[in-house]
């Protein structure tokens, strides 16, 4: 069973509709959120017990590992706040 099946309008299988789910992705300038719902209602997608945020930071390390939200915050060498860079120039990118 997939995880998530993506079709356009009209061209997807026809299921029940307990079956049928959306999905909905904030992609933050500081913070991303996923969210879910169903014939039961909608709901948050938890990152952890205690957090629903989850930050828009990613590290991609030499080793070829990739950390995402809180875990590339704590690295020196973590991307963030493309969307505030998006559409400028290499000037205005400015190194720490």
Do not use: C, W
Not at 27 to 55: M, Q
């Amino acid at each position: 069973m997939a995880l998530l099946q993506i079709s356009e309008p009209g061209q997807s299988p026809r299921r029940s509709q307990t079956e049928r789910h959306a999905l909905g992705i904030d992609l933050g300038t500081t913070n991303s959120l996923v969210a879910s719902a169903n014939s039961e209602g909608p709901f948050i997608i938890r990152v952890s017990e205690d957090e629903v945020l989850l930050p828009s930071v990613v590290d991609y390390r030499q080793d070829g590992q990739v950390l995402v939200g809180r875990e590339a915050q704590e690295s020196p060498h973590s991307i963030s706040s493309v969307k505030r860079l998006m559409g400028r120039g290499q000037q205005d990118v400015q190194h720490r």
